[in-house]
């Protein structure tokens, strides 16, 4: 399925930004989903990801206790709720989605068959 995300921008640090991803085609309800980042010269990075059911979850231990990954099934979307925002969050933010409840391995690119086109957050300090 496609999949194309929104919610991006220029944010202060500290602040507060929801970003979404809505999928067409494919079984959205039993695919894990999942959201990375790209800062500029660096390799893309696993953020958050969530089970097909909603009920499994994992961070990225520098986002942990700030974003919250979540998703309503009936609309089709996953959403990243992003809190206290800092400078090194800037990235290009993806949303991915996996063939299976649960990916293979949660951080690794490879587990994600599904690919947005990628959403920018700026946050400045």
């Known amino acids: 399925g496609d999949l194309v995300g929104a919610g991006g921008g220029l944010v202060q640090a500290g602040a507060s930004l929801k970003l979404s991803c809505t999928a067409s085609?494919?079984?959205?309800?039993?695919?894990?989903m999942a959201w990375f980042r790209q800062a500029p010269g660096k390799a893309r990075e696993f953020v958050a990801g969530?089970?097909?059911?909603?009920?499994?979850?994992m961070y990225e231990e520098s986002v942990k206790g700030r974003f919250t990954i979540s998703r309503d099934n009936a609309e089709r979307r996953v959403y990243l709720q992003m809190n206290t925002v800092k400078p090194e969050d800037t990235a290009v933010y993806y949303c991915?989605?996996?063939?299976?409840?649960?990916?293979?391995?949660?951080?690794?690119?490879?587990?994600?068959?599904?690919w947005g086109q990628g959403t920018q957050v700026t946050v400045s300090s």
């Open positions: 991915a989605g996996a063939n299976s409840p649960y990916p293979e391995t949660w951080f690794s690119r490879r587990a994600y068959t599904y």
């Open positions: 085609g494919g079984s959205f309800n039993t695919s894990a």
């Open positions: 969530l089970s097909g059911s909603g009920g499994g979850t």
